[in-house]
């Protein structure tokens, strides 16, 4: 990739200092800003067709604001459905469990004077959350009574996540820790250098049985023992090339996606793959780069590009069955796949639509003047949808 492609991604708020050492407080704005190229031409969105008709009836169920977003930070604090409710959390230290069907809020706090940094993440009965200042708050998912507060070693961007014991916290310096569900004390640590130049953003560790997987910032796939933390394979999932630090980023900052003995993942600069997670070994791998998650469903992989392109890909051998170039430069969002559909978010508040079968664009709506960041999430027959300025959308399939 050239540093024309590298400087057109503005959406991707590139962290210019080693990881883990610059706070959100101090975190500068860009998304929605289009840089300009060496050559002095704005990179410029695609136009949305202004003579669209939606072929699919889609229609707000509830809507409310809560918290006050990410304003101009680079927050993908998506919420999450955790047991019997959904949980948002704001940059404000506001955290609110509501009703899935109804949005009606069922517990919420307001935690003073801490900037929550990353999306709840859960598990073993515990909403979490991370900070800015390098901590992670677990409290109980019924009620949101404080359970503890553990300390780590660097501000948390991605969601922590617990299950039989363990919990799971990435540190934007490259570390995974497993803290003990019950108090918070630490079990374990996994170190790994992370590049002087990297996104901002990291992913999400995944939880198979008791497998961690879990990307790095240096292009690998690792498989950690929940219990021990310790490797059971390390696989290079894109290999750093290019003089420049620029051109030598190759951050997983996709979440992986785990079906079956295979797990789907991203790279920036890489490519998209299968991988086994019985050994590590890749299964196929194709050369689309992408900093978002991906989605898996109707035997096809989903996958947003570093340009804002939609592909969908065979799940079994990476081949293309088509591409969707409609929202290139939108700075789309990672596509959720939900009963048959492509959801999607863009820079300018709209969210998309697509035929999974066809990649064809079939319903948008205008939902907020805010962009939209985090990816939409399904729950059962709802679409979720959080913009950057707070408001949350659920949205039906007729």
Request: proline content about 3%.
């Amino acid at each position: 990739m050239t540093r024309k492609n590298i400087l057109g991604l503005s959406g991707l708020l590139i962290a210019l200092t080693l990881a883990g050492c610059q706070s959100v407080s101090n975190f500068g704005n860009s998304v929605g800003n289009f840089i300009k190229n060496e050559d002095s031409n704005a990179v410029e969105p695609s136009a949305l067709d202004e003579d669209f008709l939606a072929t699919l009836v889609v229609n707000e169920v509830w809507s409310k604001r809560i918290g006050k977003g990410a304003e101009e930070l680079y927050l993908k604090q998506t919420p999450a459905v955790i047991g019997d409710y959904l949980f948002v959390a704001d940059r404000y230290g506001r955290l609110a469990a509501t009703d899935v069907g109804s949005g009606a809020i069922t517990w919420e706090i307001q935690d003073k004077n801490v900037q929550y940094t990353s999306g709840p993440g859960g598990g073993d009965g515990m909403v979490l959350i991370g900070t800015g200042d390098a901590r992670v708050i677990a409290r109980e998912a019924a009620t949101g009574k404080l359970r503890w507060v553990a300390k780590v070693s660097s501000e948390v961007l991605a969601p922590p996540r617990a299950s039989d014991g363990v919990t799971v916290v990435r540190t934007g310096d490259g570390n995974i820790y497993g803290l003990k569900s019950e108090t918070g004390v630490e079990i374990w640590n996994y170190d790994r250098t992370v590049p002087s130049l990297t996104l901002r953003g990291n992913a999400a560790p995944v939880i198979d049985d008791d497998l961690i997987v879990a990307g790095f910032d240096n292009g690998r796939l690792v498989g950690l023992d929940l219990k021990t933390g310790v490797p059971r394979w390390d696989s290079p999932l894109a290999i750093a090339r290019g003089r420049s630090d620029l051109e030598r980023m190759v951050d997983v900052d996709a979440e992986p996606v785990v079906i079956g003995a295979t797990a789907f993942v991203a790279s920036f600069q890489g490519g998209v793959a299968a991988m086994s997670i019985i050994d590590g070994q890749i299964e196929w791998t194709r050369e689309i780069s992408s900093y978002a998650s991906l989605a898996v469903g109707a035997e096809h992989v989903f996958v947003t590009d570093d340009q804002g392109t939609i592909w969908s890909l065979d799940r079994e051998s990476g081949a293309s069955a088509w591409k969707q170039e409609g929202l290139k430069h939108r700075f789309s969002t990672a596509p959720i796949f939900h009963d048959g559909y492509i959801v999607i978010g863009d820079f300018e508040g709209y969210v998309h639509w697509l035929d999974a079968t066809t990649g064809e664009i079939v319903f948008r709506e205008k939902i907020d003047k805010q962009r939209i960041i985090s990816p939409s999430i399904s729950a059962g027959d709802l679409v979720l949808t959080y913009t950057a300025g707070g408001r949350l959308v659920a949205m039906r399939a007729q």
